[in-house]
């Protein structure tokens, strides 16, 4: 399949067709979620926790976000590949989150990146895209600052929070972003909110009425026990595979029945003997 456009996502979404997004880590796995026909890859800041076992996505920096995003856009021929501008590496200074997006870019091989939060960051992305580089918005529970929203909590429930995510929304539609990523918003908000933009949304916990929708891949495969959010639906489990696997290899390792005669090389008889001859001597 040929790598897909913005334009591409566009008439998709025109057509009514629900785009397909899922947050990815490394080159195997990129393989295989290109193969199966989904739009949109994120390299997401996430891999900090999912990936490295911190608590918090803080921890994740750009030399280690163009490593994971490197390896992700090597393995999607097809699929649309966004990297996540980690913590810090755009709330500065316009200056730093350009050069930091044009280092996803070039260095890393990804077609756009996704930074956090609303009107306050609207320089920010105006910055980026007139350097000729797409941006995804990203509202709601923005887990870069949960600790001033309160933690990892739904937003937007209240009046004045659902009207200020809308007047976000659209301060980044207007900076030039192409889509938004709408994470932990009540449906109803996020429906509304899908109403009023030109630009396509991704839901993540937002409820059916968006322009698409987004998990991530270690949840809907079963391969992050910490926890399971409850927008998330499995749909394998890999986990406990993966487990009976390692179980099997410890055990049959222990008993001796691994490795077999199949599992080792031989040497010709020849050669054989004359090491066993050398060997001997020794």
Same mark, same amino acid.
């Given at each position: 399949?040929?790598?897909?456009?913005?334009?591409?996502?566009?008439? @998709?979404?025109? &057509?009514?067709?629900?785009?397909?997004?899922?947050? !990815?880590?490394?080159?195997?796995?990129? $393989?295989?979620?290109?193969?199966?026909?989904?739009?949109?890859?994120?390299?997401?800041?996430?891999?900090?926790?999912?990936?490295?076992?911190?608590?918090?996505?803080?921890?994740?920096?750009?030399? @280690?976000? #163009?490593?994971?995003? &490197?390896?992700?856009?090597?393995? !999607?021929?097809?699929?649309?590949?966004?990297?996540? @501008?980690?913590?810090?590496?755009?709330?500065?200074?316009?200056?730093?989150? #350009?050069?930091?997006?044009? $280092?996803? @870019?070039?260095?890393?091989?990804?077609?756009?990146?996704?930074?956090?939060?609303? *009107?306050?960051?609207?320089?920010?992305? &105006?910055?980026?895209?007139?350097?000729?580089?797409?941006?995804?918005?990203?509202?709601?529970?923005?887990?870069?600052?949960?600790?001033?929203?309160?933690?990892? *909590?739904?937003?937007? *429930?209240?009046?004045?929070?659902?009207?200020?995510?809308?007047?976000?929304?659209?301060?980044?539609?207007?900076?030039?972003?192409?889509?938004?990523?709408?994470?932990?918003?009540?449906?109803?908000?996020?429906?509304?909110?899908?109403?009023?933009?030109?630009?396509?949304?991704?839901?993540?916990?937002?409820?059916?009425? !968006?322009?698409?929708? !987004?998990?991530?891949?270690?949840?809907?495969?079963?391969?992050?026990?910490?926890?399971?959010? *409850?927008?998330?639906?499995?749909?394998?489990?890999?986990?406990? %595979?993966?487990?009976?696997?390692?179980?099997?290899?410890? &055990?049959?390792?222990?008993?001796?029945?691994?490795?077999?005669?199949?599992?080792?090389?031989? #040497?010709?008889?020849?050669?054989?003997?004359?090491?066993?001859?050398? %060997?001997?001597? $020794?």
């Amino acid at each position: 399949m040929p790598k897909k456009t913005i334009p591409d996502l566009y008439a @998709m979404v025109e &057509r009514g067709e629900p785009l397909s997004m899922i947050t !990815c880590y490394d080159y195997p796995s990129a $393989r295989i979620i290109d193969r199966a026909g989904v739009d949109i890859v994120l390299v997401g800041d996430s891999v900090a926790m999912t990936v490295l076992g911190n608590p918090t996505t803080l921890p994740a920096t750009m030399d @280690m976000m #163009i490593i994971f995003a &490197r390896a992700v856009a090597k393995g !999607c021929e097809s699929a649309f590949v966004i990297g996540d @501008m980690p913590y810090m590496s755009y709330q500065a200074s316009v200056s730093e989150a #350009i050069h930091n997006a044009g $280092r996803f @870019m070039a260095e890393a091989g990804v077609d756009g990146v996704k930074l956090e939060g609303g *009107r306050n960051m609207v320089e920010a992305v &105006r910055g980026i895209v007139k350097a000729g580089i797409p941006v995804m918005g990203h509202l709601g529970l923005t887990p870069q600052s949960a600790s001033a929203i309160g933690g990892y *909590r739904v937003q937007g *429930r209240t009046a004045d929070a659902a009207i200020a995510l809308l007047e976000d929304a659209l301060a980044l539609q207007d900076a030039g972003v192409w889509s938004i990523l709408l994470e932990l918003v009540p449906a109803r908000v996020a429906e509304v909110i899908t109403e009023k933009l030109s630009i396509p949304t991704i839901s993540i916990g937002s409820g059916a009425g !968006c322009s698409g929708h !987004c998990q991530i891949f270690h949840d809907v495969v079963g391969m992050f026990e910490a926890f399971t959010p *409850r927008h998330a639906k499995k749909y394998a489990d890999v986990g406990a %595979a993966l487990r009976e696997a390692m179980e099997a290899f410890h &055990r049959e390792i222990k008993d001796r029945t691994y490795p077999g005669p199949e599992h080792s090389f031989k #040497i010709p008889a020849d050669a054989l003997k004359q090491f066993l001859d050398y %060997a001997a001597k $020794r």
